[in-house]
Nanobody, 115 residues
Framework: QVQLVESGGGLVQPGGSLRLSCAASGSVFSILYMGWYRQAPGRQRERVATITSNGATYYEDSVRGRFTISRDNTQNTVYLQMNSLKPEDTAVYYC?????????WGQGTQVTVSP
C-alpha cells in the first residue's frame, strides 16, 4: 500500500505564490517519477509537472517559467513551487507517484487564485 499526503493549497491573489507538498509512505520502493496534475471545473485533468528519479523534469507550457517541481528522495516527497499565479491556475491539484509502473494519486488540494 502507498499513501500520499498533500498539503499547501489555499487562496492566493493573482501574482502570489504557493508551495505544494506531497509525501509518499508505505511501499515506496522504485519510484519512477513523481508529479502534479490539476483539474479545473468542467475540464479534464491535465499534467502540470513531473520529475523522474534522476531529476529530469517536464512542465506544461502554461506553467513553464512560473512553477518549479522538486523532490527529496530521502523523504519520498515532491514539491511544486508556484509563483506568479494566475486565475487560470485555479484547480484541484493532485499528486501522482508512479511506483513499478503503477500510478498512485493523492486526495487533491484546492488552489484558488482570486483578487
Amino acid at each position: 500500500q502507498v499513501q500520499l499526503v498533500e498539503s499547501g493549497g489555499g487562496l492566493v491573489q493573482p501574482g502570489g505564490s504557493l508551495r505544494l507538498s506531497c509525501a509518499a509512505s508505505g511501499s515506496v520502493f522504485s519510484i519512477l517519477y513523481m508529479g502534479w496534475y490539476r483539474q479545473a471545473p468542467g475540464r479534464q485533468r491535465e499534467r502540470v509537472a513531473t520529475i523522474t528519479s534522476n531529476g529530469a523534469t517536464y512542465y506544461e507550457d502554461s506553467v513553464r517559467g512560473r512553477f518549479t517541481i522538486s523532490r527529496d528522495n530521502t523523504q519520498n516527497t515532491v514539491y511544486l513551487q508556484m509563483n506568479s499565479l494566475k486565475p487560470e491556475d485555479t484547480a484541484v491539484y493532485y499528486c501522482n507517484v508512479n511506483i513499478a509502473n503503477i500510478n498512485y494519486w493523492g486526495q487533491g488540494t484546492q488552489v484558488t487564485v482570486s483578487p
